[in-house]
Every structure is written in structure tokens, then in C-alpha cells.
């Protein structure tokens, strides 16, 4: 999101130059109108703009120049008369009304930035550290926090090598905050220990529903109506396969020669906590996992990003181009696409992982080569 970071950092630029401008206007319109109108109101709004745009130095020496100003145009059109001076003791308290403002908005600001950085610290200890590294996969992560919130999200993600495979798991919890967190805390726990105890994918999927079901029975008030919309995925040792249980979360993507296939599940499945409303029942789909192809998981905070006319992020048609077999450029080019999109501001936390299977990795890749194997995203049966 640097590129976002960095456009709405040149805005605010410009915008600092408002208040000026004003004062430039009020002085040129005033000579042009030879005094037939007062252009004071102008010179007055100069400090009040100057409040939430610059500092409070800026917001003061506003105020003084739109004084110097009003003095300059009665000097060269006319003699001072009485009625100028509660003009110009007008401008004198806009000016430290403008002042006042200006310290209560830094403080605002300087509050929510503490906030922020308060929740991305405790998101960072939360979440653990993803090893670049997991068997033949090259392993990358990111989490984007919202610019305009200031509490805990609800995203996770993990991956573990175990006796039966490598299995990774993505999840976004609902809500906020300290509840969000020991939802989080608690998944990423039974995810871990079922990794090492369950033997296939259907017994994880069903030990985190459990977990999340025994968390909402313990839980009071917004807690009790929790859950979590998740994709936990399963790669065999043969690294032949993608094995995925999608929880009503968003459809992971497999990047590869180009190509993007979202790898929809079968039939829709409920988010975890309300399993119990559809059986326990867990549809597992079967994918072909070519060497140097790219796993891409994310959470809503992407595909719900929207842009000034409410559009949707879309990232199928920007990994749609010959990329490198490399997770960490497959986030690069998303994270830049969100940020053009939305021009740097998320509207809510985002999460991504995505793994790569090594291109010289030992698979049969003689379909792919020949073209066979096109649509890798279909399903391989169960």
C-alpha cells in the first residue's frame, strides 16, 4: 500500500496550500472589485481552513498574514475608518479560535495514530511469524491494517508442516477488538494442535468448529454471535494436489502461466461457529497443484475494497499476466492494485498469503507443459 501512502501524502501537500490561496484571492478579487464588495468573510475563513491543514505555527502565522493583508487593501484604497477595527479584532479572535482548534485536532490525530499503532503491534504479536520456507514452498504473508481504524482486526493466518501433510489455514473473524483477538488466539491454538493429531482435513475443519462453538457458548453479549468465514487447505507430500475446506470465505486463487482460476468450492459451506445449522458435514475439493504455480489466500479486506464509485476490488484480471513463480511479487502486485483502487485508504483490515510450489519441484508437469492441464483449478475428485 506505499504507493496509496504516498499519493495521499502528496494530496495533503496541495492541500496546505489552500489557505494561501485564499489569501491570494481575497487580495487580487478585492483590487479587481475596487472595493465594491468586501472580501474580509475570505480573509477570515483563511485561519479556520488553516486549523486542520497546518500546523499550529501555520494555523497562527495565517491568521497574522490575513491581518497584514486587510491592512494592505484599506491602505491603498481608502482611509482607515472606525468601522475597520472590529473587522480586523474579528480576524484577531478567528485567529485564536482557529489556534484552539488547531491543538485539539493534533491531539485527535495524535490519539488515533497511537491507536493504530497500539492495534498493528498487537496484531503482529498475535499472528505468528510465517518461516519463508516450508518444504518445497516458498512462503509469503502481509497484513495491511485499515487507515481509518484504530481497533484489533479479526484476520489470521497460519501454516504448519505435519506427519500428514502441509496444512495452512486463513480466517477472518467477526468483529473487533479485544473479543476478536481471543477468537483469533483461540483458532490459531486449535489449529496448531490439530494439525499435529488429526489425520485428515474434514477432522481440522471439525475441530476448529468445535473450538469456535465452545468459545461462543463460554462467550456474553456481541461475542455470542461470532464466528469466522475460513479456508484451511491441505498439500499431500507428493505435492500432487490442493485439498481445500472453504468455510463461506472468499474463493483462494491459483496463479499460474499466466492464468488466474479461483478455486470455488462445489457448494457454498457456513463460516465456522454455525456448522451446526448445516451438519457436520465437511465437502473437501480437489485441485492439481502444478510445479511453479502460486496459492494466493485473503481475507474480504481485498475483494470488499471499493473504490470512490463503490466498485469492488477485483484481483483475477491483475494476476492475469506472466508473473515469477514468486509469492512475495503475486502480494506485491495486489497490494499495489488495491491501492490504486481505493487510492490508498482500506476500508478494513487485510490479510494475505500465498504460497509457491518450487518450479523444478519433483511432479509430473508433462500435462501442463503440453497445454492438458489448462484449467488446473478444475476439480480432481474426491
Known amino acids: 500500500m506505499r504507493n496509496g501512502r504516498r499519493e495521499a501524502g502528496?494530496?495533503?501537500?496541495?492541500?496546505?496550500?489552500?489557505?494561501?490561496?485564499?489569501?491570494v484571492s481575497?487580495?487580487?478579487?478585492?483590487l479587481f472589485l475596487l472595493n465594491n464588495v468586501s472580501t474580509f468573510p475570505l480573509l477570515a475563513a483563511a485561519p479556520v481552513l488553516a486549523a486542520p491543514l497546518l500546523s499550529l505555527r501555520g494555523t497562527?502565522?495565517?491568521g497574522v498574514a490575513a491581518n497584514a493583508v486587510g491592512l494592505a487593501l484599506v491602505d491603498l484604497e481608502r482611509e482607515p475608518a472606525r468601522s475597520d477595527v472590529t473587522a480586523f479584532v474579528s480576524l484577531?479572535?478567528?485567529?485564536?479560535?482557529?489556534?484552539?482548534?488547531?491543538?485539539?485536532?493534533?491531539?485527535?490525530?495524535?490519539?488515533?495514530?497511537?491507536?493504530?499503532?497500539?492495534?498493528?503491534?498487537m496484531q503482529r504479536a498475535v499472528l505468528p511469524e510465517l518461516p519463508r520456507r516450508v518444504g518445497r514452498l516458498t512462503v509469503a504473508s502481509r497484513y495491511e491494517v485499515a487507515h481509518k481504524e484504530a481497533a484489533i482486526g479479526g484476520d489470521l493466518f497460519a501454516i504448519h508442516e505435519t506427519p500428514h501433510g502441509i496444512r495452512m489455514l486463513i480466517a477472518d473473524v467477526r468483529g473487533k477488538g479485544l473479543e476478536a483477538v481471543r477468537t483469533v488466539n483461540a483458532l490459531l491454538g486449535s489449529f496448531r494442535e490439530a494439525c499435529l493429531h488429526q489425520p485428515d482435513l474434514p477432522s481440522v475443519v471439525r475441530q476448529l468448529e468445535h473450538r469456535m462453538r465452545a468459545g461462543i457458548e463460554e462467550a456474553s453479549g456481541a461475542e455470542t454471535e461470532s464466528f469466522a468465514t475460513s479456508v484451511v487447505v491441505e498439500i499431500p507430500?507428493?505435492?500432487?494436489?490442493l485439498r481445500i475446506a472453504n468455510r463461506g470465505h472468499a474463493a483462494p486463487l491459483l496463479v499460474h502461466g499466466g492464468r488466474v482460476v479461483p478455486l470455488e468450492p462445489a457448494a457454498p459451506s457456513l463460516p465456522l461457529g454455525l456448522g451446526a445449522l448445516g451438519g457436520d458435514e465437511v465437502p473437501?475439493?480437489?485441485?492439481?497443484?502444478p510445479a511453479g504455480a502460486t496459492l494466493l489466500l485473503f481475507t474480504d479486506g481485498i475483494d470488499e475494497a471499493r473504490d470512490q464509485d463503490d466498485v469492488?476490488?477485483?484481483?483475477?484480471?491483475?494476476?492475469s499476466r506472466h508473473l515469477p513463480p514468486d509469492p512475495e511479487v503475486v502480494l506485491d502486485t495486489v497490494l499495489s492494485a488495491v491501492s490504486r483502487h481505493t487510492g490508498g485508504e482500506l476500508q478494513d483490515d487485510a490479510a494475505l498469503f500465498a504460497v509457491t510450489l518450487d518450479?523444478?519441484?519433483?511432479t509430473d508437469t508433462s500435462d501442463a507443459d503440453t497445454g492438458t492441464t489448462a484449467e488446473h483449478g478444475r476439480l480432481r475428485g474426491a
Open 10 to 23: 502528496e494530496r495533503e501537500r496541495w492541500l496546505r496550500w489552500l489557505p494561501a490561496a485564499l489569501l
Open 92 to 121: 484577531v479572535v478567528l485567529t485564536v479560535i482557529a489556534a484552539g482548534l488547531n491543538v485539539l485536532l493534533a491531539r485527535d490525530r495524535q490519539q488515533l495514530k497511537t491507536s493504530r499503532e497500539v492495534a498493528a503491534a
Open 26 to 30: 481575497a487580495f487580487v478579487l478585492d
Open 60 to 62: 497562527i502565522a495565517t
Open 237 to 241: 507430500f507428493d505435492y500432487s494436489e
Open 312 to 319: 469492488f476490488f477485483d484481483p483475477v484480471p491483475v494476476l
Open 359 to 362: 518450479a523444478d519441484a519433483d
Open 284 to 289: 473437501v475439493e480437489r485441485f492439481d497443484l
